[in-house]
């Protein structure tokens, strides 16, 4: 560094290494150490048994059941999400804060919870119970279970990401568009969602990363029972617990390559944005 | 067309907007909605546009044309309404922000590709914004911006163009520019307009009719120079530009306050002792160096603000006090021109005679003489 700057606008050397090593400290041993970690161990015992253990029926059941969940559960939420966002941001009505405080129940309940809320609604001994029993539904320890215990635990994603934006953004271009003569789906399709676009996208990115890691609540719910039940999570636990711990990692090596999947999505969404609102052309140019 | 809005009330939660107002604007006019901030004056606009409802109330009607509006969804109605903060769609270019009414219109409404692009291109040169027509709002500058959002309102052809302060965001020399052009293109394009405005001079200058607004009712409705000239009540008075006032009683016909006294012709004998409130706008004081017939009220000059295009002078009555309170204590502003001030010489600090050759006497409670 002989060319100095001649005005210094940045923190003394030392204190910037001691930071820069902490961050890079605490992201080695938090994040690096244990993804490096799984995929040591899934390839412990070689490629062969590692392709062995993914490819085992019951593995391949449970990630068929991963990804059902989360395009399930992404599908509600999206429906859900938006309708509630748009209600919330654009119009005032009594009782408006109590639905902004019950979505956001999931985040604050513990996923344990979560689930045994559902255990106590739809159980054998719970409020629903007999009726459903008579009428031969299942819904727990059985898919839809599941599914409702990921939806309820990754309800305020999509919403949350999409009422703070919709609130700023107001109804001004919404009546604008009313009053030039759009109709309520128009308005939607070309004014409303097109400014929420962006937001939208990354609220289900964050709500299908969770759908697919969920292990508490659904792991309340399931009931284990392999090769119908099982998520991805729940299996790696199991087999875990069976000291298969090679078959354990490379099932778990399964999971974080569906998150790096969303992460990489992440990444180049958020590229993808910067590009598009960067300031294209000036106005002497045109 | 014309608008005719018959006793509209409109109460939000806690406070009422408006106060059984009734307001006629004729086919073609253009007229000012005028009136401070929580007036009602964009109350009473969005009711119009259909964007909010009044009071439920068997007398009131707000008609369009004729046709009451609440018969029809305003998509239909064809209203245009430019918004103080613009509300141009941002994802979409100034092409297609002009083009948006035509492309929704019902399918067998619209226009084919080539005469819409026509159309849009014509909107845009009347804006002077062609060469802009590829650009997001977020590369535009205030001002054109809402000459785009003008444009769009006009792309629909509508039958009544309502603006809700449509310069109030931007700086003092564009709006100056956008006044005129609008003044301009509503001689060209002679749709029925009402302009929401807490800016007197902007009002004045557009408008061919000044509703004037105060806390949910119509003070006064008139063409700029009925209101300026004669103003029907004190809120009037003191909203349409600067003015002093002076507390007098009602004696014989005149108005006396201090060594001074106007005629109050009009006030009977009954209106004797009562307090009369004098509104003498600046320029309607002179300044003289000796008092003439004593009609005069003695001051110091206090401050002299020579660059403009008047003489701005502030004096200080001999006769105030230290009370700030006291009405006699507050400073009389004088407008003189620059002949009348360069005859006077006038200097800070020295001691002339002021004269009221004109005012505005309202005996109180608001009643104008």
Known sequence: MSTAPKYRHTEPPGLQVALILTAVGFVGVLILLPVIAVFTEALRKGLAFYISSITDPLALAALRLTLLTAAITITANLIFGLAASWLIAKFSFPGKNLLLSLIDIPFAVSPVISGLIFILVFGAQGWFGDSLASHNIQIVFATPGVVLATIFVTFPFIARELIPLMQEQGSEEEEAAVLLGANG?????????????????????????????????????????????????????????EYNFSAAFAVASLLTLLALVTLVAKAALEWKIRVEERPAITAEEA | ???????????????????????????????????????????????????????????????????????????????????????????????????????????????????????????????????????????????????????????????????DEPFGALDAKVRQELRRWLRTLHSRIPVTSVLVTHDQEEALEVADRIVIMNQGRIEQSGTPDEVFHHPASEFVVTFLGNVNLFHGRVDSGRAVFGDLAVSANGAGHGADGKPARVFVRPHELEIERQPRNGNAVAANVVRIQSAGSIVRVELSRLDSTTDSEDPVSAPINVELTHDQYRALALTTGETVFVKVRDARVFVSPDYQI
């Open chain 2, 1 to 163: 067309m014309a608008i005719d809005a018959r006793h509209v009330n409109k109460t939000f939660a806690n406070y009422q907007a408006l106060r059984d107002v009734s307001l006629r604007v004729d086919d073609g006019e253009l007229i000012a909605l005028l009136g401070p901030s929580g007036s009602g004056k964009t109350t009473l606009l969005r009711i119009i546009a259909g964007l909010d409802s009044p009071d439920s109330n068997p007398e009131t009607d707000v008609l369009v044309d004729g046709d009451d509006i609440s018969r029809q969804p305003i998509s239909q109605r064809k209203v245009g309404f430019v918004f103080q903060h613009y509300a141009l769609f941002r994802h979409m270019t100034v092409f297609e922000n002009v083009a948006f009414g035509l492309r929704v219109r019902p399918r067998k409404l619209r226009l084919a590709e080539p005469a819409l692009r026509r159309k849009v291109n014509e909107l845009l040169e009347l804006i002077q914004l062609v060469r802009w027509s590829s650009h997001y709002p977020s590369q535009l500058s205030g001002g054109q911006r809402q000459r785009v959002a003008l444009a769009r309102a006009l792309a629909i052809e509508p039958s009544v163009l309502l603006l």
């Open chain 1, 185 to 241: 789906w128009q308005t939607f399709w070309h004014v409303t969602l097109p400014n929420i676009r962006w937001a939208l996208v990354y609220g289900v990115i964050l709500a299908n990363a969770r759908a697919m890691g969920e292990f508490g609540a659904v792991s309340v719910v399931s009931g284990h029972i392999r090769g119908r039940t099982n998520t991805l999570p729940l299996h790696v636990e199991i087999l875990y617990n």
